[in-house]
């Protein structure tokens, strides 16, 4: 009896035979817990799209390279940040979970598909092993069952580097495709972002945001992706000035939108990344940079003065103050109780340094800000945050995965063609990185789903790039 292969008819047909019968069966169980939460109006609707919604995932699973952009793209549904979990996150978990169930089946009977391939793969299954453990140690330490599914489910995003990883190195246009898909993600987010603060301007409570100079949730960690992906392109690879103008009002819109999500610490980063970033550029590259970020930076002054009209000098009076109390923090009382905040996590990790608390855990903390005690699961501060959870062991095994990964991008560098794709690449990342790393010393990264995705996405093209370039280079 032959034994089906990956590239026999015999093998596309089992594959997508059990690709139906698994995203039958997600679609089956969600609309059997939507039922449960009684909401039969939802649970027909899910059920009607049933029958829909699993041909279009078995026709997709033909096609592994269409099938992961649509993964790729459909993460702006997890980006929702609003409390609590919506119906369209739970219905792309479920999706995300069997796009990852049928990778895995296959991956099982192709040969040309290897999960470990070094020893950073070894570290990471470590630390998805650990990530496990933890979850079950939040469960035993009694925390909240629906609070540590939901942080472990956040985390498993990571294993979306293995996918991205092997369709690049198997198939040279997948780079690209991975990248566009990715541009597509963040100009949606952005979208959305300005439709949001247009609307804000009509609504008393958002409106009261912007005036007493709070920042919002916008995904601005995805928005700065954007950015230095758009700017490193237009600076690098484009090569018509159709794609160049393009890329630079691409680099511009998302410019805005971070200008107006109020972070000072996503301010602080990108200029760290782009100085960073110098450091990897020629010098006639540094002066087509700040060439066009001026360009950028006057089309969106001259943008942000037509959209918002007589909001504009709003906008602006915040923006400033905002500047202001970054000087002094005895000005902000946000800024004062990420102080105390710390100091008290740190008394806590000290208590269980090696395994942490496990997902779920929270710990008790006096606000100043809300003037009342709380009971928080993060702190802002992604080190801190991830200490708490993870102890030495999860935090070390994290670490020590992201950091095996980055001279990927060094190798780029040095051995790719100049204005090259791989090189384009490379710097975004290593500028990206270097932003990060400043944005994770006041902010709890993980705790949402965009922080594992954005990690996760640039890490896989790198390694995926290098490992392609070194199959090429004999």
Sequence with gaps: ???????????????????????????????????????????????????????????????????????????????NYTEGIQVSEALFGLYYVGYLGTWVLRSTCDPDIKIIRSKSDVIFILFMSYSLFALFYGLLGGWSPLDAINQWRVMLIFAFFFPVREAIIKDVKSLKIVIASIAILTTILVTRN??????????????????VNRSSRTGE????????????????????????????????????????????????????????????LSRQQKIKLVYTLSIGVIVSAIAALVVLGPFFSIVI?????????????????????????????????????????????????????????????????TLLTQLFRLGLLGSGLLLAWIVSIL???????????????????????????????????????????????????????LAGASARLHSSNG
């Excluded at 200008?259 to 990344?273: D, E, H, K, N």
């Design 407 to 461: 001279p990927h991008a060094l190798r780029l560098i040095r051995e790719s063609k100049p204005n090259s794709t791989n090189q384009a690449l490379a710097v975004t990342a290593l500028g990206f990185f270097a932003a990060l790393s400043i944005a994770s010393l006041t902010e709890a990264i993980f705790s949402t789903a965009d922080g594992p995705f954005i990690v996760t996405i640039p890490l896989a093209l």
């Design 221 to 280: 960690r995805v928005t700065m992706l954007g950015l230095f992906g758009f700017l490193y392109f237009s600076l690098l690879k484009s090569a018509s000035v159709k794609l160049k103008l393009i890329s630079v009002f691409m680099l511009t819109y998302h410019l805005v939108s971070l200008i107006l999500s109020q972070s000072r610490t996503i301010w602080l980063a990108v200029v760290v990344g782009l100085v960073f970033s110098l450091l990897f």
């Design 1 to 79: 009896m032959d034994i089906p292969t990956p590239t026999s008819s015999a093998f596309s047909r089992l594959e997508t035979f059990l690709s139906v019968c698994l995203w039958g069966s997600l679609a089956v169980g969600l609309a059997l817990v939507l039922w449960a939460l009684h909401q039969p109006l939802v649970f027909l609707l899910a059920l009607s799209a049933i029958p829909i919604g699993v041909l279009t995932v078995g026709w997709l699973s033909r096609y592994p390279i269409a099938h992961l952009a649509v993964v790729l793209t459909g993460f702006i549904l997890m980006f």
């Design 317 to 381: 009076d915040q923006l400033s103050l905002r500047v202001q109390t970054s000087t002094s923090l005895s000005q902000d009382i946000s800024l004062v109780n990420r102080f105390y905040e710390w100091e008290t996590v740190y008394k806590v990790i000290l208590e269980s340094p090696i395994f942490g608390y496990g997902y779920g855990a929270r710990y008790k903390f006096y606000s100043l800000v809300y003037v009342g005690t709380e009971f928080k699961m993060f702190s802002h501060s």
């Design 194 to 211: 300005y439709i949001r603060y247009i609307e804000a301007f009509y609504s008393a409570e958002a409106l009261w945001e912007i005036a």
